[in-house]
Nanobody
Framework: QVQLVESGGGLVQAGASLRLSCAAS????????MGWFRQALGKERELVAA????????YYGDSVKGRFTISRDNAKNTVYLQMNSLKPEDTAVYYC?????????????????WGQGTQVTVSS
């Protein structure tokens, strides 16, 4: 497992941008696939975006395609989520997750390490 710490959340107006960061500890970060999930009040946790170990394969949820971009810097042990054109429905706690598998995974059960989450609130 790796330890994950998210940052970059906050309160913004609709149409604004935010960049979330997830810093990982451990020398094996580059071997992990990473995901960003979110959970809004009263809703299930959903996958926002995922990226494989090399960054060469990505996946996006339908609601964020074309607006969000996931990337990673293995030299810095960090994964990012660039969020543009934010909408009130993007309001949620955003979690970073890591999984010891190749490719990308949609099911949160496939990930074995989780951060504490960072709140993103988008006002209309």
């Amino acid at each position: 497992q790796v330890q994950l710490v998210e940052s970059g959340g906050g309160l913004v107006q609709a149409g604004a941008s935010l960049r979330l960061s997830c810093a990982a500890s451990g020398r094996t970060f580059s071997s992990y696939s990473m995901g960003w999930f979110r959970q809004a009040l009263g809703k299930e946790r959903e996958l926002v975006a995922a990226i494989n170990w090399s960054g060469g394969l990505t996946y996006y949820g339908d609601s964020v395609k074309g607006r969000f971009t996931i990337s990673r810097d293995n030299a810095k042990n960090t994964v990012y989520l660039q969020m543009n054109s934010l909408k009130p429905e993007d309001t949620a706690v955003y979690y970073c997750a890591a999984g010891p598998f190749s490719g990308v995974a949609i099911d949160p059960e496939d990930y074995d390490s989780w951060g504490q989450g960072t709140q993103v609130t988008v006002s209309s």
